[in-house]
């Protein structure tokens, strides 16, 4: 016999049990040893950064993770995978100066640069734990024993041999260049990172500066009045770094009469600066302002700044002091004519094409903000951050009369993706790594990659590639992988190491200390001598990007090439299989290809799924730092693993972001799980009645309809299901087995009922019987990889209880394989119409008030076509019984059934039309049925068995009495509720309830037979 089970499930306490049985019997393990020696199949783990505790929306790319790599092990495949944490970078960093409530990386300094490390490693720690045991509880199957951590010696030393790499090839440089700065982080970030930190909707300055033309050599501009180019900003901090101004040459430019002044700019924007009634004296072409000279808004020397000037390339020169300082007019081919005034404001400090036109132009170069985004030298706005000074920058332009106009302007703007800070684009030196010289590779390794969803492909992800930029991948900070390279302090000779006995190799080496800790402050004390001078090479100061640590991982997680020398030949690389969000296509996406791509010339990932994301309840991304998270273990415990992976992979289509509603997690419970638990507590409860043994009485000679039928289904399910998981379309396969498993409830084990109930153990009922324990068994194999609990408990019941010979897990087992002739596509099609139309027929019945327990004397369909009526014909006695009528009349069309007497439901081309007069016979049946249902009903309250045989007690008028002596409907309810006598008269030592039925009184006993 199978285990008893309870139609009252608590799954998550299911879980718990099947958690402690994959332990105990090591189940993971052996399902990656039973596969040794087959093909491999490599998933490549992106690791999560452990910066704080797991939100639920961790789980999201956990579970797709999960689902494809169990599916190969089933199919086959070798499937080893290794965990991972990525436990540098600002994240870490700024948890901890939060605790400390630090605010600047000077009181880091000030605290210690090893004590705050310390911190970083224990924080980082105490959370690799919190995430361990989410992963354990999602059933993610990861080896967290042997788990990369990107902190460790053994994974800085490979990632410091990469980088070495690059530098032998030429790829690293130090470049004087305008780059993204946080202000609060104090360092810079790549172009991956800012694309992640976009928002809409900002709202910022949006002013009209007048620059006063001091010198016009080509007497361009009437002199009876003092002349002002109109330029236009969003940044007004920035305008005291103003050192030029650009216009376009060949565009035409207005002078514009005004009271007391001529104001320039460009003709085309004239109505939309308000401009397009005043009178225009003269129009000239761009050319003609070239060389203008202008004054400074602010000029530096009055406010104790200094001023540079472009020599040769990104050489900067000291200017001195000048108080008749001029700046003058350049041409650009940037200057656009959709806004603004056509007149570009130019500080070489503070944007990337600006810095670009002053190495170009040799233009001045003011720099008047500190890294931390405040205003320098003894401005009346000196001291303030950038956004705070923006309207004191305007009181004081307002004062002296050159602010033309004030508006605000919201637009996008970039800011920190860790702590939200506005950034700033700032002219710094930088480590580079020149990606540039390897776009065309990153752009053709893309088109071998195949990518889930599609479109990504040459969407998001190769947009990104054919506007590659060099990757800036040093930070100015302390918790992360030192950049190795040693810098001499006499000559200034760069070296860069590759491993740690490259670096004790050196001449002179010392100051590296056992027990050995690669990080900061630790490494910044080795020093050796110069190659080139003799003198002494110290470890320049900045760590690197904390994305390059995580797209090394390929070989950073097996010590490469220091071990593990076999690795691109073993089938460890490339991966078939990553996943990770959306947002990933310019971060680990993006940083894995291009490591690979500069160290082999090849992609390392040969499948990737980009999901989407999960929301908050206002469509915001979900994060640590937000505080807007949803606790994982809060939904686990109450709904159970299975039910929160369900959802994951069926609410929205693959790439598309989801808000979390945990109403949606109860219908997944409700709709899949507890009508899969129903069907399974079904067949175990009449299987053990009937002592059912699975295949022990053969296969019947004659297998009837309904078997053949979902039989079918069942096969062309596994075609389906495997289909969607091979090509990474998790969603696909499970919405087929959702239907399939309402399809097997509603309509297979309901109209199979009554062939379970009977008494004898005939052919018809042991079909029955195999039918649906294949399904099931089936069922749990297919939904293995899905949901691996509900499927392991099914299993180990249906399976393992009967047949210890099987494979002690159903996730030991071989993904089934469909038996192509058992699909009968003709029947798959009658059976469909056949619900299409009962459907309708008990909407119909809805529609009209009749109970579908009422016996009807006919429906009237109208059908598609002739070959529908066929099948329709063929199913006819199902239809019959569904319905619960007597005859089936066709129409020729819809406009037929419309006739008095009858309520019609209908969709498409189908419509069901059932009668509204009702004869006495029929009416007498009707409640024949009614009884029955109120004993059933009864049976369940009065704690009887399934099984249990009774007696009826009744008690009513003429009317009922005459129901419950008729010979026919007698005999029907005795056999619908296992009643041996139907006895008049109810007494008290019974137990009984009493209803109304269509106007009629009646009491109701039943006693259980001993």
């Avoid at 992106?46 to 790599?69: E, Y």
């Avoid at 080893?80 to 970078?89: A, F, K, L, N, V």
């Avoid at 650009?246 to 104001?263: C, F």
Wanted: proline share 5%; glycine share 6%.
């Amino acid at each position: 016999m199978f285990r008893p089970v309870n139609s009252k499930v608590n799954f998550p306490e299911i879980e718990e049990n099947i958690l402690s049985f994959w332990q105990e019997k090591n189940t993971f393990q052996k399902s990656i040893d039973r596969r040794l020696g087959a093909q491999r199949f490599v998933l490549y783990e992106g690791p999560p950064t452990a910066n704080g505790s797991p939100g639920i929306h961790f789980a999201m790319p956990r579970v797709l993770k999960d689902i494809i790599p169990r599916y190969k092990a089933m199919k086959g495949y070798y499937t080893p995978r290794i965990g991972g944490w990525d436990t540098h970078g600002l994240p870490v960093e700024l948890e901890i100066e939060k605790k400390l409530g630090f605010s600047s990386k000077a009181q880091i300094e000030e605290y210690g640069i090893e004590r705050f490390n310390a911190l970083c490693r224990q924080s980082v720690q105490h959370y690799i734990k919190e995430f361990e045991d989410m992963t354990e509880r999602i059933a993610f199957w990861v080896d967290l024993e042997h788990a990369y951590i990107t902190m460790d010696n053994s994974y800085i030393e490979s990632v410091w041999w990469a980088i070495k790499q690059m530098w032998d090839k030429g790829l690293v440089y130090i470049g004087y260049r305008v780059t993204p700065h946080c202000p609060r982080c104090d360092t810079s970030l790549s172009s991956h990172e800012v694309a992640q930190g976009y928002q809409e909707n900002v709202e910022d300055p949006s002013i009209y500066i007048k620059f006063k033309v001091i010198e016009d050599r080509r007497s361009v501009l009437p002199v009876d009045k003092p002349a002002y180019l109109l330029a236009w900003t969003t940044t007004p901090w920035t305008l005291p770094g103003n050192t030029a101004l650009a216009v376009a040459e060949d565009a035409d430019y207005s002078v514009v009469e005004t009271d007391n002044e001529y104001l320039v700019l460009a003709s085309f924007l004239l109505d939309p600066v308000g401009l397009g009634d005043s009178p225009v004296v003269l129009k000239v072409e761009g050319s003609d302002l070239v060389d203008l000279r202008y004054e400074p808004l602010f000029n530096p020397h009055s406010f104790g700044v200094e001023r540079w000037r472009f020599g040769n390339g990104s050489e900067l020169l000291v200017q001195q002091a000048d108080n008749n300082l001029t700046y003058r007019v350049i041409a650009t081919d940037f200057v656009s004519m959709e806004d603004g005034t056509g007149i570009v404001h130019i500080a070489p400090a503070y944007g990337e094409v600006d810095y670009q036109a002053g190495q170009e132009q040799g233009l001045d170069f003011v720099h008047t903000v500190d890294l931390q985004g405040k205003l320098l030298g003894n401005y009346p706005f000196s001291g303030k951050f950038v956004k705070d000074a923006d309207p004191l920058v305007l009181d004081n332009l307002q004062e002296r009369g050159l602010l033309f106009r004030s508006e605000t302007i919201h637009h996008t703007y970039p800011f920190c993706w860790r702590c939200e800070a506005p950034l700033l684009y700032y002219a710094k030196q930088t480590w580079y790594i020149r990606t540039t010289a390897v776009k065309d590779r990153l752009i053709s390794g893309n088109a071998e990659i195949n990518w889930y969803p599609g479109h990504t492909k040459y969407g998001r992800f190769g947009d990104w590639l054919a506007n590659n930029i060099d990757w800036a991948f040093s930070r100015e900070r302390y918790w992360g992988t030192p950049l190795p390279v040693w810098q001499c302090q006499s000559c200034g000779e760069y070296d860069c190491i590759g491993s740690v006995e490259d670096l004790r190799m050196k001449p002179g080496f010392n100051g590296l200390e056992e027990p050995l800790d690669l990080h900061r402050p630790f490494v910044d004390e080795a020093v050796f001598n110069c190659p080139r001078c003799g003198g002494k090479m110290i470890r320049v100061p900045e760590v690197i990007d904390c994305w390059f640590d995580s797209g090394a991982m390929p070989v950073a997680q097996s010590h490469y090439p220091f071990e593990n020398d076999t690795l691109l030949e073993d089938g460890r690389f490339p991966a078939d299989y990553i996943c990770e969000a959306i947002d990933q296509t310019r971060g680990w996406f993006y940083s894995l290809h291009a490591i690979s791509t500069l160290l082999f010339d090849r992609p390392c990932y040969r499948n990737v799924v980009s999901h989407g994301h999960i929301l908050d309840a206002k469509g915001k991304r979900m994060s640590t730092s937000r505080g807007n998270m949803v606790e994982p273990w809060a939904i686990i415990n109450k709904y159970g693993a299975d039910a929160l992976r369900w959802y994951i992979y069926t609410a929205v289509p693959m790439g598309n972001s989801m808000r979390f509603d945990e109403r949606d997690i109860v219908e997944i419970s409700r709709r899949l799980l507890m009508t899969l638990w129903n069907v399974y507590s079904f067949f175990v409860t009449y299987a053990n009645i009937d002592n059912f043994v699975p295949g022990s009485n053969g296969a019947p000679s004659e297998v009837p309809e309904l078997d053949r039928w979902i039989t079918s289904e069942l096969n062309q399910l596994i075609i389906d299901a495997d289909s969607a998981l091979e090509n990474y379309e998790p969603r696909e396969g499970a919405w087929k087995i959702a239907a399939f498993v309402d399809e097997l409830s509603n309509w297979y084990v309901r109209r199979s009922r009554r062939r379970f109930w009977k008494s004898e153990n005939d052919v018809d009922k042991l079909s029955a019987y195999n039918t649906l324990y294949q399904c099931l068994v089936t069922l749990s194999k297919l939904m293995a990889p899905f949901t691996p609990f509900i499927s392991e408990e099914i299993y180990q019941n249906l399976v393992c209880s009967v047949s210890p010979d099987n494979p002690e897990s159903v996730h030991l087992c071989d993904f089934p394989v469909a038996d192509e002739t058992m699909i009968d596509d003709r029947l798959s099609a009658d059976i469909r119409v056949t619900m299409r139309l009962c459907s309708l027929g008990r909407a119909a019945r809805s529609q009209a008030g009749i109970k579908v327990r009422q016996p009807l004397s006919h429906v009237t369909v109208s059908l598609t076509g002739p070959s529908e009526q066929r099948s329709l014909e063929r199913t006819k006695p199902q239809v019959l019984e569904e319905l619960n009528v007597k005859d089936i009349n066709f129409a020729g069309s819809t406009a037929e059934l419309e006739k008095p007497g009858y309520v019609v439901s209908s969709e498409g081309n189908y419509a069901v039309a059932v009668p509204t007069d009702i004869s006495p016979e029929l009416e007498a049946e009707g409640m024949a049925r009614e009884i029955v249902h109120r004993l059933q009903n009864m049976r369940r309250s009065a704690g009887f068995d399934i099984a249990d045989h009774i007696i009826t007690y009744y008690q009513g008028d003429e009317y009922m009495k005459q129901i419950m002596e008729n010979a026919e409907l007698a005999s029907y309810i005795r056999q619908e509720t296992l009643s041996r006598e139907l006895v008049e008269g109810v007494t008290e030592d019974v137990y009984s309830e009493s209803f109304k039925l269509g106007g009629h009184e009646i009491l109701l006993g039943v006693k259980k037979l001993e």
